[in-house]
């Protein structure tokens, strides 16, 4: 079956405009968590969604927010981008939390200039 | 605090086993993990142990948990050189999926 899917893979952005990113989890999966990878803080845990409800959260300043639809996918929104936010944005589901079978989709990588 | 710590960079020989060590730190952790990344991939789940468990085996991939010592280790059988990539190990604190990652190691495999 299909994997974990993120749109699109690469984006191009100016400081202060804000970016959308899309995941849609494998056929089945109600978790869907999210996590920013940079060369300098390594992979960082951004939000958890469980059934359209946020279950968990990192430490990242509230211009990260992120939603989950009725049918699972999900979307991550970053407001007034800054340098710093370049990075590649990992989405990853399971099909309940905690539940050991954690799969990721290829990544979004933002590029911020 | 939540810290998961593993050695930045391995090299070993074709053929030979790699074995890919990191501690943790949160005992609450339900699973652990390993994921390997590829250049320019996102992250491929590889195994994962319960915490239940001393040791986990998988084609050539063994898993030994050592929770009294908070050890988790990776071993690979008979390395070969697809297997060149970055390993993250990851606890779960809480059993939720709000993974913890080290660092990453870097496997290089020479001839």
């Known amino acids: 079956k299909a994997g974990v899917t993120q749109t699109p893979r690469y984006l191009i952005k100016t400081r202060g405009q804000q970016v959308t990113l899309s995941c849609s989890p494998i056929s089945g999966h109600r978790s869907v968590s999210w996590y920013q990878q940079t060369p300098g803080q390594g992979l960082q845990f951004l939000f958890e969604y469980f059934s359209e409800t946020q279950r968990n959260k990192g430490n990242f300043p509230g211009r990260f927010s992120g939603r989950q639809f009725s049918n699972s996918r999900s979307e991550m929104n970053v407001s007034t981008l800054e340098l710093g936010d370049s990075a590649l944005y990992l989405c990853a589901s399971s099909r309940l939390a905690g539940d050991g079978e954690l799969f990721f989709g290829e990544g979004s990588r933002l590029t911020v200039l | 605090g939540e810290d998961v710590e593993q050695s930045l960079f391995l090299s070993v020989r074709e053929g030979d086993s790699s074995v890919i060590n990191c501690t943790y730190t949160?005992?609450?952790?339900?699973?652990l993990y390993w994921y390997k990344q590829e250049p320019g991939a996102g992250l491929q789940l590889l195994t994962y142990?319960?915490?239940?468990?001393d040791m986990k085996q998988d084609q050539r991939l063994t898993v030994l948990l050592n929770k009294k010592d908070k050890h988790l280790s990776l071993r690979i059988a008979d390395t070969q050189t697809g297997d060149s990539a970055i390993y993250f190990c990851a606890e779960a604190p809480g059993g939720y999926n709000k993974l913890i990652f080290g660092a990453g190691t870097r496997l290089a495999v020479h001839p």
């Open positions: 949160d005992s609450s952790s339900t699973y």
């Open positions: 142990i319960f915490s239940n468990m």
